[in-house]
Nanobody, 121 residues
């Protein structure tokens, strides 16, 4: 099994920045595609972005493209989401996810517990 633990969420003013971290443990981390999702109150879960195991390929939702950056450090078994120019509409619970299938995977088998990001206006 793969376990994922997110951290780094909190309260930030509009225009500010945060970096979320997702630490993975289990049998292996190498070879897994990783993704960040978010879910705002009363809204459906949406994909924020995804990154291949090597870090060479990424995809982002249009709403965050140019503001958010996904990266990973496989030696540390950690994936990051750097969020710049934050907006109130970015407020959500952010979830880390992983999957061993071909990138981009159609779905994700492993999920973290989520971390709250709140952006004040």
């Amino acid at each position: 099994q793969v376990q994922l633990v997110e951290s780094g969420g909190g309260l930030v003013q509009a225009g500010g920045s945060l970096r979320l971290s997702c630490a993975a443990s289990g049998r292996t981390f190498r070879g897994y595609a990783m993704a960040w999702f978010r879910q705002a109150p009363g809204k459906e879960r949406e994909l924020v972005g995804t990154i291949s195991w090597s870090g060479g390929r990424t995809l982002y939702a249009d709403s965050v493209k140019g503001r958010f950056t996904i990266s990973r450090d496989n030696a540390k078994n950690t994936v990051y989401l750097r969020m710049n120019s934050l907006k109130p509409e970015d407020t959500a619970v952010y979830y880390c996810a992983a999957d061993p299938r071909n990138w981009p995977p159609p779905s994700y088998d492993y999920w973290g517990q989520g971390t709250q990001v709140t952006v004040s206006s």
